[in-house]
């Protein structure tokens, strides 16, 4: 299955992305749930999801209504939402991976405001949108998200318009995009659209540029669509909905680019630490190679697996962490895909329930693949003493025997 985000006539916004969701049928009652848990610790907030019709067509709206208790800052932000998460939703494993999106998504919107404000992150504070708005539409966003399993989805996106004239901010009057908008979206192809008003916000940037795999000018061949349309606030003279397709892809096919550097001069820690620090800025997957470089000097080729759109800023991370001054670039290389899912299995260890993920990978119908992640190895061998390598066969032996 794939998703097309297509935002070429609405544009984007945090509150649009959960009707749309919604509308392909994530549960409103526990979405709702979710936003009110979150949001309620910055501001008052009010959450009604109906349908409405918007230029003759049926969408899902999500009106979220907020007041904030005061401005805070971005590491304080994420301090409270990691707080809430380990008060409220200590076990939820479904809350976690929404949890862990919607941080990405707020370190993108706090990045492009430290770039245009020339603040760092300690300094700056969530205001231009509302905190609890913020938090609002990016939990709602998230938790909807992975509620419909899009995260095991291959996913598209279509240009975004982003309106034109000028918007009203407490900075004053400025262009549209607003100057965040477009620092998020530098790397996303994009078109003004047709209405003379703002299409775009930082919110509905950030959560796009978070979960696109891929951006594409023309829908690809598809089949079997389910079509889910989430309303904008404002009456336009275009549809104003985003709109989501999820449907079969005719073939399974994929492509990436490489990042390669080779290095002489890093030691073993920085090595080590390279490892989170890519994969934290998304990067699919890293190895390091010792090799020989010139001059016989022992040294290191460093290589990652990338988005196509993730290159750039993957670069610019790589050659601030290594202090390299080149890095190859091998673009859209062309793999073979197996049918791939990640689904969460209880096993019964010495009379206790864990929840471990597991990745699963098939080929025509057959499991090949059986690997449960490391975290939660490692999580239930610290809690039941039995070792890394027993708990992983454990998990393995008893997921096989479920599915006979």
């Given at each position: 299955m794939v998703l097309i985000i297509d935002p070429q006539a609405s544009g984007l916004a945090g509150n649009m992305f959960i009707g749309a969701f919604v509308d392909l049928g994530a549960d409103k009652n526990k979405v709702t749930e979710v936003i009110k848990t979150y949001a309620d610790e910055f501001g008052e907030v009010r959450v009604d999801i109906s349908l409405k019709s918007k230029s003759g067509v049926m969408t899902t709206y999500a009106d979220i209504q907020t007041e904030d208790e005061s401005a805070r800052h971005y590491d304080e932000l994420i301090r409270k939402?990691?707080?809430?998460?380990?008060?409220v939703y200590p076990e939820d494993m479904l809350i976690a991976k929404s949890v862990e999106l919607a941080k990405r998504i707020f370190k993108t919107i706090a990045l492009a405001e430290?770039?245009?404000?020339?603040?760092?992150?300690?300094?700056?504070?969530?205001?231009?949108?509302?905190?609890?708005?913020?938090?609002?539409?990016?939990?709602?966003?998230?938790?909807?998200?992975?509620?419909?399993?899009?995260?095991k989805q291959?996913?598209?996106?279509?240009?975004?318009a982003v309106g034109s004239g000028t918007?009203?901010?407490?900075?004053?009057?400025?262009?549209?995009p607003a100057p965040a908008v477009i620092n998020i979206l530098k790397n996303v192809p994009t078109v003004g659209g047709i209405p003379k008003t703002e299409l775009t916000t930082p919110t509905g940037a950030s959560i796009l540029v978070n979960i696109t795999d891929e951006y594409i000018s023309s829908q690809p061949l598809l089949y079997d669509k389910k079509i889910g349309y989430g309303a904008g606030k404002k009456d336009l003279e275009v549809l104003n909905a985003l709109r989501l397709i999820q449907a079969s892809e005719s073939?399974?096919?994929?492509?990436?680019?490489?990042?390669?550097?080779?290095?002489?001069?890093?030691?073993?820690?920085?090595?080590?630490s390279l490892y989170d620090t890519m994969l934290d800025e998304g990067a699919r997957d890293i190895s390091i190679t010792p090799t020989i470089m010139k001059k016989n000097r022992p040294g290191h080729i460093i290589k990652i697996i990338a988005r196509?759109?993730?290159?750039?800023?993957?670069?610019r991370t790589l050659m601030k962490e290594t202090g390299t001054l080149g890095v190859r670039i091998i673009p859209f290389v062309h793999r073979g895909v197996s049918k791939r899912e990640i689904i969460t299995f209880t096993v019964d260890i010495n009379g206790k329930n864990y929840e471990s993920r597991f990745k699963l990978g098939y080929v025509d119908d057959e499991l090949i693949k059986c690997s449960p992640e490391y975290d939660d190895v490692k999580r239930i061998s610290d809690d039941c003493g039995l070792s890394v390598k027993d708990v992983q066969l454990l998990l393995e032996e008893e997921y096989k025997k479920s599915i006979r």
């Amino acid at each position: 299955m794939v998703l097309i985000i297509d935002p070429q006539a609405s544009g984007l916004a945090g509150n649009m992305f959960i009707g749309a969701f919604v509308d392909l049928g994530a549960d409103k009652n526990k979405v709702t749930e979710v936003i009110k848990t979150y949001a309620d610790e910055f501001g008052e907030v009010r959450v009604d999801i109906s349908l409405k019709s918007k230029s003759g067509v049926m969408t899902t709206y999500a009106d979220i209504q907020t007041e904030d208790e005061s401005a805070r800052h971005y590491d304080e932000l994420i301090r409270k939402i990691d707080e809430i998460t380990e008060n409220v939703y200590p076990e939820d494993m479904l809350i976690a991976k929404s949890v862990e999106l919607a941080k990405r998504i707020f370190k993108t919107i706090a990045l492009a405001e430290s770039e245009v404000h020339g603040q760092s992150l300690d300094e700056l504070h969530f205001h231009e949108v509302g905190c609890a708005d913020a938090v609002a539409d990016i939990i709602g966003s998230s938790y909807a998200y992975h509620l419909l399993g899009l995260d095991k989805q291959k996913i598209y996106s279509l240009p975004v318009a982003v309106g034109s004239g000028t918007v009203n901010t407490q900075h004053g009057i400025l262009p549209v995009p607003a100057p965040a908008v477009i620092n998020i979206l530098k790397n996303v192809p994009t078109v003004g659209g047709i209405p003379k008003t703002e299409l775009t916000t930082p919110t509905g940037a950030s959560i796009l540029v978070n979960i696109t795999d891929e951006y594409i000018s023309s829908q690809p061949l598809l089949y079997d669509k389910k079509i889910g349309y989430g309303a904008g606030k404002k009456d336009l003279e275009v549809l104003n909905a985003l709109r989501l397709i999820q449907a079969s892809e005719s073939v399974d096919k994929d492509s990436i680019s490489i990042l390669e550097t080779n290095v002489d001069t890093l030691s073993g820690e920085v090595l080590g630490s390279l490892y989170d620090t890519m994969l934290d800025e998304g990067a699919r997957d890293i190895s390091i190679t010792p090799t020989i470089m010139k001059k016989n000097r022992p040294g290191h080729i460093i290589k990652i697996i990338a988005r196509n759109n993730d290159v750039e800023h993957l670069t610019r991370t790589l050659m601030k962490e290594t202090g390299t001054l080149g890095v190859r670039i091998i673009p859209f290389v062309h793999r073979g895909v197996s049918k791939r899912e990640i689904i969460t299995f209880t096993v019964d260890i010495n009379g206790k329930n864990y929840e471990s993920r597991f990745k699963l990978g098939y080929v025509d119908d057959e499991l090949i693949k059986c690997s449960p992640e490391y975290d939660d190895v490692k999580r239930i061998s610290d809690d039941c003493g039995l070792s890394v390598k027993d708990v992983q066969l454990l998990l393995e032996e008893e997921y096989k025997k479920s599915i006979r």
